[in-house]
């Protein structure tokens, strides 16, 4: 029965993430888009900060941009592998709970930016910090979740 609780609660830790990324990830690209025009930029902190509609067709940084369906079926692909890693270890003790929330984080930012990519055939980006392509939230729960899972796995590999 522990198992039981141990796994549900698991499973709801993910589901909790994953929903609250794709969450604030639609909101925020929803407000952006209602206050902005493509390639209009709003300066928070002039010439370091600011926000920047703009529409990624390509992958990370802008890279191997009009690819079209190629960006729709590998994300769809990952989310069922990332999905069916959570589900998989969602009973186990080993792999701690902070592992499942860095692939939800994956998970959730996955599946926002694949909305995008489905309903507009690009990617809604506006945060813009000047020194690093625009990027949005579901990029951020991506790249967190990465580090997240290198910072743990960094002891493994030292020894």
Same mark, same amino acid.
């Given at each position: +029965? ?6 549900? !609660? ?25 206050? !902005? ?12 900060? %600011? ?11 802008? !890279? ?54 489905? +309903?507009?055939? %690009? ?23 990465? !580090? ?12």
């Amino acid at each position: +029965m522990k198992g039981d609780n141990h796994s549900r !609660l698991t499973i709801f830790i993910a589901c909790l993430t994953v929903l609250g990324v794709v969450f604030f990830d639609r909101v925020s690209k929803v407000f952006f888009t209602s206050i !902005l025009t493509f390639g209009e930029s709003i300066p928070v902190v002039r010439d370091i900060f %600011h926000f920047t509609l703009v529409y990624n067709t390509g992958i990370a940084f802008g !890279l191997f941009k009009n690819q079209g369906i190629v960006f729709i079926i590998i994300p769809v692909i990952t989310a069922i592998l990332i999905g069916f890693n959570i589900y998989y270890y969602r009973n186990s003790r080993e792999v701690s709970r902070i592992y499942i929330v860095a692939f939800s984080l994956i998970l959730g930012g996955a599946i926002g930016n694949l909305i995008d990519r489905i +309903m507009f055939g %690009h990617v809604i980006d506006f945060i813009d910090f000047r020194i690093w392509p625009v990027f949005n939230l579901a990029d951020s729960a991506i790249t967190i979740g990465a !580090l997240i899972i290198l910072i743990k796995c960094i002891p493994s590999f030292v020894k």
